[in-house]
């Protein structure tokens, strides 16, 4: 166990703040549901999110909500991760006063970040930051441990688990390359095909060259 003087947090690596593309630092920490690694993900897509504070209303929400839609971030291969500057006690007792007051039992793990190392190492925050207020951080992590894309929202507004499951269905369907996805695209929408990369291509082309929106095979079977 950590005796609060050291922190169990290692392997995070200080760096700029993250661009898609970039690897995501691994990093080793305690969190509510024991001891893991980042890398310990891999072979998964990750939602990596971090909240400023325990037992603070927009951060009970957003977990209450990913809880409700936890089943679909499984059938979509996705695992949850949660992140803040709180000790692991706090997060102990965080998520019972949850359990006990709605009734519902938080599945995925948090993680102590009392150091603010991973914080730092995700550039969550400046370096000589002295608290996580600004932080409401979220990382998508592909299976291969690449951040495929980030969000980030002020300390007072919540997270739309809605628009998370929706770019998560996107940022899949368009990883092979082969399609990208449309304004609010959902699962059965039709995708957008490669444009031409010649004039040549450009005038053999049919319909509109730079809009060339077509049925999604994965939805039609065809």
Request: glycine share 6%.
């Amino acid at each position: 166990m950590n005796d609060g003087k050291t922190s169990p947090i290692s392997n995070a690596t200080a760096q700029h703040p993250l661009r898609i593309g970039d690897p995501a630092p691994d990093f080793q920490a305690r969190t509510s549901q024991g001891e893991v690694r980042l890398s310990d993900f891999r072979g998964k897509w990750l939602l990596f999110f971090s909240h400023p504070a325990d037992f603070t209303p927009v951060c009970t929400s957003e977990f209450l909500a990913l809880t409700r839609e936890y089943a679909r971030f499984e059938a979509m291969e996705c695992a949850l991760l949660g992140l803040s500057v709180d000790s692991l006690y706090s997060h102990l007792a965080w998520l019972e006063a949850i359990r006990t007051r709605f009734g519902v039992e938080i599945p995925f793990p948090v993680v102590e970040d009392p150091s603010m190392a991973v914080g730092q190492a995700y550039g969550m925050l400046a370096a000589d930051a002295h608290d996580s207020a600004t932080v409401r951080a979220t990382y998508f992590i592909d299976p291969t441990g690449i951040v495929r894309a980030i969000i980030w929202y002020p300390m007072s507004v919540g997270r739309s688990v809605d628009e998370l499951l929706r770019l998560l269905a996107a940022l899949q369907r368009s990883a092979d390359g082969d399609v990208m996805t449309p304004e609010g695209w959902r699962p059965g929408d039709d995708v957008l095909a490669p444009v031409p990369l010649t004039q040549d291509d450009v005038r053999d082309a049919t319909g509109c060259w730079f809009y060339p929106a077509t049925p999604d095979h994965l939805s039609t079977g065809k």
